[in-house]
């Protein structure tokens, strides 16, 4: 995780949900990747800021985990 930026480590640290753009970084893909994975809803628990379909999401850190262990597990 050394490659992740002071602000990602301090919201990992204190359990804040993430930006697409942080969990790019966390999962090491492009940003609009994390977007596909949200539409398809293959990272479970996130949501839009503000309630609406056209607002940012934001990704809980525990569905990135999961995420990750389906992956490992193919």
């Known amino acids: ?3 992740l930026d002071e602000a990602t480590r301090n919201a990992i ?3 804040a949900d993430l930006t697409v753009a942080e969990t790019a970084k966390l999962l090491r893909v492009h940003p609009e990747s994390v977007r596909r994975m949200l539409r ?5 628990g996130a949501w839009h800021l503000g309630g609406t379909k056209r607002g ?4 809980p850190l525990s569905a990135i985990n999961i995420y ?6 193919r």
């Open 68 to 73: 990750k262990a389906r992956q490992q597990k």
């Open 56 to 59: 940012a999401w934001r990704i």
């Open 13 to 15: 640290a204190v359990g």
């Open 40 to 44: 398809a809803g293959q990272l479970l």
């Open 1 to 3: 995780m050394d490659e």
